[in-house]
């Protein structure tokens, strides 16, 4: 289907330490992945995001990587700090369409 | 300052009303999207733009309206038919696969 499965729905985690966050997916068609951050009263932002030919991509603590023959993809966030916590959102798209299709949230919350 | 601008911040719709949520971008994006989000659920499409003068129904179009006079505007309209409007509403222009939201408006029930 169009779904995308998101856990886990909230995690809570040590100060340095790390967090993964995985969704999956049905839709073979589907080519970027990317995910977004949203802090408490503000709309999501992008903060990293990753196409269908790339397995892995990094940006500083955060990292994604995607296995196309599972269909799954993970948001991986190393050395937790506090102003890490928020919720995130993983989306997938599909070919050429216009349409976004966002995963249900996890809500992270790192402890000092 | 480039960006997404929403307004209000909160809004209160009495029975019976129309209230319009106001949705401006200076990125010089064609697309432009209008998504509700419920507390503790994911993000889910009510109207998108491709276009000028364009504009096709999402997954949970009614009770809603659009329009798009503008490049820059894409207001969203909640009217009386939507029975359970509570919900913070997301606007957000589209640059390639890359979706740049607003700050949101929340709306509440009196």
């Known amino acids: 289907g169009e779904n995308v499965e998101q856990h886990p729905s909230t995690l809570s985690v040590q100060e340095g330490d790390s967090a993964v966050i995985k969704c999956t997916y049905s839709?073979?068609?589907?080519?970027?992945f990317p995910w977004y951050k949203q802090e408490l009263g503000k709309g999501p932002q992008l903060i990293i995001d990753?196409?269908?030919?790339?397995g892995e991509k990094k940006d500083q603590r955060i990292a994604v990587t995607l296995n196309k023959t599972a269909k799954h993809f993970s948001l991986h966030i190393t050395e937790t700090q506090p102003e890490d916590s928020a919720v995130y959102f993983c989306a997938r798209i599909a070919g050429s369409s216009y349409k976004l299709i966002f995963g249900s949230g996890t809500r992270l919350l790192v402890r000092p | 300052d480039g960006g997404i601008t929403q307004s209000p911040k909160y809004l209160f719709r009495k029975e019976g009303q129309n209230v319009t949520l106001s949705c401006e971008q200076n990125?010089?994006?064609?697309?432009m999207y209008w998504y509700r989000q419920d507390p503790g659920q994911g993000l889910r499409l009510i109207y998108y733009?491709?276009?000028?003068?364009?504009?096709q129904k999402g997954d949970i179009a009614e009770g809603y309206s659009v329009s798009r006079e503008k490049k820059e505007s894409f207001p969203l309209t909640v009217t009386s038919a939507q029975k359970n409007p509570t919900a913070f509403y997301l606007c957000?222009?589209?640059?390639?696969?890359?979706?740049?939201f607003g700050s949101g408006t929340q709306l509440s029930v009196l």
């Open positions: 733009s491709q276009i000028v003068n364009d504009f």
């Open positions: 990753i196409r269908s030919n790339v």
């Open positions: 957000a222009s589209r640059e390639g696969g890359k979706l740049f």
């Open positions: 990125l010089n994006h064609d697309a």
């Open positions: 839709d073979s068609a589907s080519n970027y």
